[in-house]
């Protein structure tokens, strides 16, 4: 199998969410053919996969059922699927395994337990750490070593993916799945712990409720999801800084932006020590 990683910047996957009640961006690409669109701006901005959802995770989102799932979901894979790389974002067998069938190549999977699915479909899996389920997990969060129980857990999932047969698999620390603001802080400041791992790590802070309180609107209140781009762009970077090969973003052009500059002062710097001038021929 070739490597999915990008040699020349961290890989960003957009977020495609086919939902009315997502928490950022609900309701604004549930028609099918908005979505497409949507999926072929991304395209357009330098997304390297869409990451297609048909079911909101946010902390006390109702269940949807498989039928409503693969209704809103499978239209649109089948219509990206040859354009774009494309990944499923499901908790439910069912889904996930029609959605490879529609050209998805890539389970996300925020539940940590398709790994036999992805098995048997071929196809490649992320499993994201997340404590309790979206109806309950932000109601007391608890860990004694965040950083540690959200490390063994993954690692532990990611072996079992691979003794399985699992070809392409990916860890994701589940920013805001269960977690406070403090653990999602201490697990951002340990991405470097999980690339470390081996497993090529995927970083979703986009939009979050914790960047907001971290990064408060100028009266000091919550910033709201439409004033979380600087925040989401620094937590994006830090990651991919960090050693993250992917980032899940709503805001595309404006990180694969930062993607492309992650990294690119320290090779400058390594070549100007190697004796190389550094400057480009524009002499900029
Ligand atoms: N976050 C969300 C959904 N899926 N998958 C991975 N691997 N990592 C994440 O951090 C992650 C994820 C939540 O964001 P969003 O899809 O925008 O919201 P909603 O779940 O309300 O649709």
Request: net charge positive; aromatic share 4%; proline share 4%.
């Given at each position: 199998m070739p490597s999915p990683l990008n040699e020349d910047r961290p890989l960003v996957m957009g977020v495609l969410n086919v939902t009315p009640d997502s928490f950022s961006d609900g309701g604004e690409w549930f028609q099918s053919e908005r979505a497409i669109m949507r999926a072929q701006e991304m395209v357009a901005e330098g997304a390297d996969i869409v990451d297609v959802g048909g079911e909101s995770t946010r902390p006390g989102a109702d269940p949807v059922p498989a039928d409503e799932e693969l209704r809103r979901v499978i239209p649109v894979i089948e219509a990206l699927a040859g354009q774009v790389r494309v990944s499923i974002d499901t908790t439910k067998p069912a889904v996930a395994e029609a959605a490879v069938e529609a050209g998805a190549t890539l389970i996300n999977d925020v539940s940590a337990a398709l790994w036999a699915v992805a098995a048997r479909c071929g196809a490649g899996w992320v499993a994201m750490h997340r404590q309790g389920t979206a109806k309950s997990m932000q109601r007391d969060p608890h860990y004694n070593d965040v950083v540690a129980e959200v490390t063994a857990m993954l690692v532990d999932r990611a072996g079992q993916a691979a003794a399985a047969g699992v070809e392409e698999v990916w860890i994701d620390p589940g920013i805001g799945f269960g977690k406070t603001v403090e653990h999602n802080l201490e697990l951002l400041g340990s991405v470097?712990?999980?690339?470390?791992?081996?497993?090529?790590?995927?970083?979703?802070?986009?939009?979050?409720?914790?960047?907001?309180?971290?990064?408060?609107?100028?009266?000091?209140?919550?910033?709201?999801?439409?004033?979380?781009?600087?925040?989401?762009?620094?937590?994006?970077?830090?990651?991919?800084?960090?050693?993250?090969?992917?980032?899940?973003?709503?805001?595309?052009?404006?990180?694969?932006?930062?993607?492309?500059?992650?990294?690119?002062?320290?090779?400058?710097?390594?070549?100007?020590?190697?004796?190389?001038?550094?400057?480009?021929?524009?002499?900029?």
């Open positions: 470097s712990g999980l690339v470390a791992t081996g497993y090529p790590v995927l970083v979703g802070t986009s939009r979050k409720g914790f960047l907001g309180h971290v990064a408060r609107s100028a009266d000091g209140s919550v910033a709201p999801v439409t004033e979380r781009l600087p925040a989401s762009l620094a937590t994006a970077t830090w990651a991919m800084q960090q050693g993250a090969q992917m980032v899940r973003v709503h805001d595309v052009s404006a990180t694969v932006q930062a993607a492309l500059l992650v990294g690119r002062p320290a090779t400058a710097a390594a070549s100007r020590s190697n004796g190389s001038s550094g400057r480009s021929e524009a002499g900029e």
